[in-house]
């Protein structure tokens, strides 16, 4: 027994507890054209986020050019919004009073109205050739590359009308002959016949509602294409034509606040009263670009860079708030007298309107820095009075075709309902989503067969769990004992996600974001193939974990709007019902049933049945969107796919097997030519093969051997050596044909 006595312990309490270090989280941050780096995100009033975007000039068809700002921006907007969660208010505007607008509207009616009066052949022929005149003084002046190329093609294209009436106008052909020959010069010459036009009689087009038909027009057009591309509504839209009032106001505050002045009825920002400003800087995006007067021309607009309007101007560096409209203009009452707003002014008042003094973020395309949103910023902040306009400045990447930017001036575009006429929505969304928004993209067949692979391996993937998960199990059955290889899985999973995070925190980065989610699905394969090797079933609830991830971040990018936890909906976007939940039950008995039918036609040798199961799987089903795949040992896979895919696939299919099959035939022929090649080889006796080569040897021995050259020179030893070896050689390839010969006999 021991007699050392036990320590005394007072009361026990709770032993100190350590936190843990953990580790740094990333936040947000955007590229900032204001700084032109990454800036730490943060909102100006906690969780709400103001945003806005600069949208279409509507007097055209939108293209992909455009479709780079309006994605991308969507693609933002949707990861601020859902994976952020920060509450954005979004607005856009749209430009329906604008330069382009008014020569447009004013070439579309008087090229109408030229229609209408229904002009005999010469009179087409010989207003064509006067409207050709200037042009061709244009494009001999011109020096921009593709400007140049642009009005070339549409020389060529008058051309080609051209000389067939000219021919059959000097051949007397009869009128039934000449009349639709001009009809199809007058439509391949509407351009230049339109500018003609616009000169001569524009400033007689004074009915406003002429210039408010063009926009209205492509304004619809424009809501159909974003829908159609999944693009969101905005929270707000402004329509210049309805901010009139607040036009006039902004002007005049800020020509109070000693900004602007009044020249022949414009109003005019100073620039250099602005700059000269303690509280101001003007151009803060590019301050290289100020005196560029073909960038501030361009910003000004065609109709008004004539000599006596920049006669107007305090310096060249300044720009029209308000300018006096025109003959063949329209206009508004002000207090400078009857005008219209200019361009920059617009997205100033409009902005300003709803956001307020200073918003968190203004988008736009890259080439609208300077001097469109430089000089926005400058008028706000004068008429404000402050130097935070806007905070961060996003400007997308240009998008190019074959390496030249797209342009609707230089008619070298692709339109939005074109481009969707060959990938779908999701494509398109993928292809942008594979690339930095603030960078370049080229949009070319290449772009597009990545973005089209991206989405048949994600898609596939979806396919795979779903039927793993429709595999029958109890309620408990689901929750399995996890192994190193669900634990090695499920750890890359953490990382993977962890990886797309930080990459949506680095600019919303979604190029690399969709590269891990794609190494993630690579991994996730690799398992499910791993165990199906063993025999052993996936784990479902971790497969099903990863799948509603990924389906969760391509709803976040806008890429599904299904309402189904894993993929891509089957039957297209708008299929109004849950097709797969529906028909799968039936196609599981089908399934089921036909692999019966299968396994007793193996047993039993039934060949005909086989080949009818086949049938089904190959033929009759794709045609119904659904596909069978058949494994080894392993019940017979069932998916849901697209029925234009699965006939796709079917084809290429068919066509691989088809050219299998004629590269066997062309290796058989080969084959076969080159034996017969050898055979007729094969029968020349040796003594004959030299004798006919008369161009080269002169005499020969008993044998048939050449000892002399044509020349009758005899044939050195080195020479004879080498014709020795092919003598010898066919030799024995002779005696291999007697011997096969007499054995055939």
Not at 174 to 188: D, F, K, R, S, T
Not at 309 to 335: H, M, T
Not at 716 to 728: D, P, Y
Request: some cysteine; overall charge negative.
């Amino acid at each position: 027994m021991s007699t050392s006595a036990e320590p005394v312990k007072g009361k026990r309490v709770q032993p100190p507890w350590s936190p843990p270090a953990g580790t740094n989280v990333p936040s947000l941050h955007l590229y900032n054209s204001l700084t032109r780096a990454k800036e730490p995100f943060v909102p100006q009033k906690g969780n709400r986020v103001t945003w806005y975007c600069c949208g279409p000039t509507v007097y055209d068809a939108s293209h992909m050019g455009h479709a780079r700002s309006y994605i991308s921006f969507d693609i933002l907007r949707r990861i601020l919004k859902d994976y952020f969660k920060y509450d954005v208010l979004y607005c856009i505007n749209i430009t329906d009073i604008d330069d382009k607008i008014i020569r447009r509207a004013r070439q579309n009616h008087l090229l109408d109205q030229y229609k209408k009066k229904q002009p005999k052949a010469a009179q087409i022929l010989q207003d064509v050739l006067s409207a050709r005149e200037p042009f061709k003084a244009a494009l001999a002046s011109t020096t921009d590359p593709d400007k140049k190329q642009m009005m070339e093609r549409l020389d060529a294209a008058v051309s080609a009308a051209l000389l067939p009436l000219q021919a059959a106008a000097e051949g007397k052909a009869a009128h039934e002959i000449v009349q639709p020959l001009a009809e199809v010069l007058l439509e391949n010459s509407k351009d230049l016949l339109s500018d003609w036009l616009d000169k001569q009689f524009g400033s007689e087009v004074t009915e406003n509602s002429i210039f408010s038909i063009l926009p209205s027009y492509w304004e619809g057009e424009y809501h159909r294409d974003m829908e159609a591309l999944n693009v969101l509504p905005p929270d707000a839209l402004t329509r210049v034509s309805e901010y009139v009032p607040e036009i006039v106001e902004f002007v005049r505050r800020i020509v109070s606040n000693g900004y602007g002045y009044e020249s022949n009825g414009s109003v005019y920002f100073d620039t250099l009263k602005f700059d000269g400003s303690p509280q101001h800087s003007y151009a803060k995006l590019v301050p290289e670009a100020v005196g560029d007067q073909t960038a501030l021309q361009e910003g000004e607009g065609d109709l008004s860079i004539s000599a006596d309007r920049l006669s107007e101007k305090k310096s060249s560096k300044d720009f029209a708030l308000w300018k006096a409209s025109k003959p063949g203009e329209p206009s508004w009452d002000s207090p400078w007298g009857k005008g219209r707003p200019g361009w920059h002014i617009e997205c100033s008042a409009m902005a300003g309107s709803i956001l307020g003094e200073s918003m968190d973020i203004h988008g736009g395309g890259f080439d609208l820095r300077f001097p469109h949103h430089d000089n926005e910023l400058a008028q706000s902040e004068a008429f404000f009075q402050n130097d935070c306009w806007v905070r961060y400045f996003l400007h997308t990447g240009h998008l190019t075709i074959a390496g030249c930017k797209m342009s609707k001036s230089l008619k070298n575009f692709i339109t939005i309902k074109d481009a969707l006429a060959k990938n779908t929505a999701r494509q398109l969304r993928l292809a942008f989503l594979m690339h930095s928004w603030k960078d370049t993209l080229d949009y070319s067949s290449n772009t597009m067969e990545s973005a089209v692979q991206y989405e048949k391996f994600m898609n596939e993937f979806f396919l795979n769990v779903k039927d793993i998960l429709r595999a029958p199990t109890d309620i408990a059955g689901r929750f399995e004992k996890w192994e190193a290889a669900e634990m090695e899985l499920n750890n890359s999973f953490y990382d993977k996600k962890t990886a797309v995070h930080e990459a949506l925190c680095d600019n919303m980065d979604t190029r690399t974001a969709m590269e891990e989610m794609r190494v993630l699905v690579g991994l996730s394969n690799g398992y499910i193939a791993g165990r199906k090797g063993a025999k052993l079933r996936p784990n479902r609830m971790l497969l099903e974990g990863i799948a509603t991830y990924l389906t969760g971040m391509l709803k976040v990018f806008g890429a599904t709007e299904a309402s189904e936890s894993i993929g891509f909906p089957v039957g297209g976007q708008s299929q109004s019902i849950d097709l797969e939940s529906t028909v799968m039950p039936y196609l599981t008995v089908l399934s089921d049933f036909r692999e019966g039918v299968r396994k007793i036609a193996r047993e039993q040798k039934v060949t005909e049945l086989l080949q009818l199961c086949d049938v089904v799987r190959d033929d009759t089903l794709p045609e119904l969107g659904v596909r069978l795949e058949d494994h080894e040992g392993l019940p017979t896979v069932v998916k849901l796919v697209d029925r234009e895919t699965l006939l796709k696939e079917r084809e290429e299919k068919k066509q691989m097997e088809a050219e299998k099959k004629k590269k066997k035939e062309d290796a058989a022929r080969r084959k076969q030519e080159q034996e017969m090649l050898k055979l007729a080889k094969m029968k020349l006796p040796p003594g004959q093969m030299f004798r006919t080569e008369t161009e080269k040897y002169s005499k020969f021995d008993e044998t048939g051997f050449p000892t002399h050259d044509a020349e009758g020179k005899e044939l050195s030893k080195g020479q004879a050596k080498k014709l020795r070896k092919l003598f010898e050689a066919q030799e024995k390839l002779h005696a291999d044909f007697l011997q096969m010969k007499l054995s055939g006999d």
